[in-house]
């Protein structure tokens, strides 16, 4: 999005100097503008730069260490890619100290179950009422600056215009999330039952892309590269893998809802999700060329399927949304499972 200057009025002086100097100010500005990252979502969602958590230069939005790794996409004014966020601001993570296992990049799960696909039923759905609405309470932590706090609300505004999900700000609910700073960005998958913790953590995984991918999993979706019928769509190439995380790469009985595969849904690993040399992990086919992981927030299919999964209907959005067609064209298309 460009950014709009206001006129100023300026007495004429007769000075060639003094218009020189205006001009230049306004090419300046012009320049200026042309670093703005242009985060129109393709659902007719304008989010701007600080919305979107991404300031290109802003120490305060990545740990210098995460930001250096990021460079290419800083240098060109783009958003980082949500899965390159989430295996930087998580690397080396396994275990939260007295917190849950964090298995498959950033699923959580507890010590005694030791997997991430316990949502393979209706009873790890979050409840839908009468009238078709989904109503997901919701708190965020205090830890969070006023900034970092509207990332997180764009985030859940984006899922709720589109679908039938209501997030709501818990009064007495006893079944929530939580959404705080933990270590790294983490989630369950599905609604667990009581405080239900969704780790965005300061200086990593605040951005928008990252809540929606984390925030994703706590409605019931697992990542894309799990799906049942990803031997159709993708190579495993577990020879590049590091020693001991093959597991990630196993694939879940899911239910696909109907909708294809999709190489750019904002819940796709990337090309070198836990290479142990620099070499790819996941190639796609029949074209192995086809960028993946590369989403920087949700996308049409990332909404179709929670509408489908929740049974949304154009008459359930107590806005009067029809969230059942989306018509907007949009660069990304997304699949889910559960």
């Known amino acids: 999005m460009g950014a709009r200057a206001r006129g100023h009025q300026v007495e004429p002086v007769g000075s060639v100097t ?4 205006l001009a230049s100010i306004l090419f300046v500005a012009w320049l ?30 990545l740990e210098k260490e995460q930001k250096n790794a990021l460079d ?16 930087k601001a998580n690397r080396n993570l396994e275990q939260i100290p007295g917190g849950p296992l964090i298995k498959y990049g950033d699923i959580a799960v507890s010590d005694e179950l030791g997997n ?3 949502c393979t039923s209706r009873g790890c759905l979050w409840r839908r009422s009468k ?3 989904v109503t997901v309470p919701y708190v965020i932590s205090r830890d969070f600056s006023s900034r970092e706090r509207g990332v997180i609300e764009s985030a859940l505004g984006s899922i709720q215009t ?12 006893r079944d929530y999330i939580s959404i705080e700073s933990r270590a790294g960005c983490f989630s369950f998958v599905g609604r667990r039952g009581g405080r239900q913790v969704v ?22 979706f697992n990542h894309e590269q799990t799906r049942s019928d990803r031997d159709e769509h993708v190579t495993i190439l577990l020879e590049n893998v590091v020693r001991g995380m093959e597991y990630n790469f196993r694939k879940i009985n899911t239910n696909n809802l109907g909708t294809p595969y999709d190489y750019n849904s904002v819940m796709h690993y990337g090309r070198y999700a836990f290479s142990r040399n620099r070499e790819p992990t996941i190639v796609p086919k029949p074209d192995p060329n086809v960028a993946i992981g590369r989403a920087t927030q949700m996308d049409q299919l990332d909404v179709e399927r929670i509408n489908r999964l929740y049974r949304c209907s154009n008459t359930t959005d107590p806005r009067g949304k029809d969230v059942s067609i989306i018509t907007v064209m949009t660069p990304e298309i997304s699949m889910e499972d559960f």
Request: proline content about 4%.
């Open 199 to 220: 780790s965005l953590q300061r200086g990593g995984c605040v951005y928008l892309g990252t809540a929606q991918h984390e925030i994703i999993h706590a409605l019931g």
């Open 162 to 173: 589109y679908t039938c999900v209501q997030f709501t700000p818990r009064q007495n609910q």
């Open 131 to 133: 009238t078709g609405v």
């Open 18 to 21: 003094m218009t020189s100097v």
């Open 116 to 118: 991430a696909d316990p």
């Open 32 to 61: 200026r503008a042309l670093h703005c990252y242009p985060v129109e979502f393709s659902l007719d969602l304008k989010i701007n730069n600080e919305e979107s958590g991404y300031t290109a230069g802003d120490d305060t939005s």
């Open 72 to 87: 290419s996409s800083t240098v060109r004014g783009e958003a980082p890619a949500v899965w390159d966020l989430i295996e």
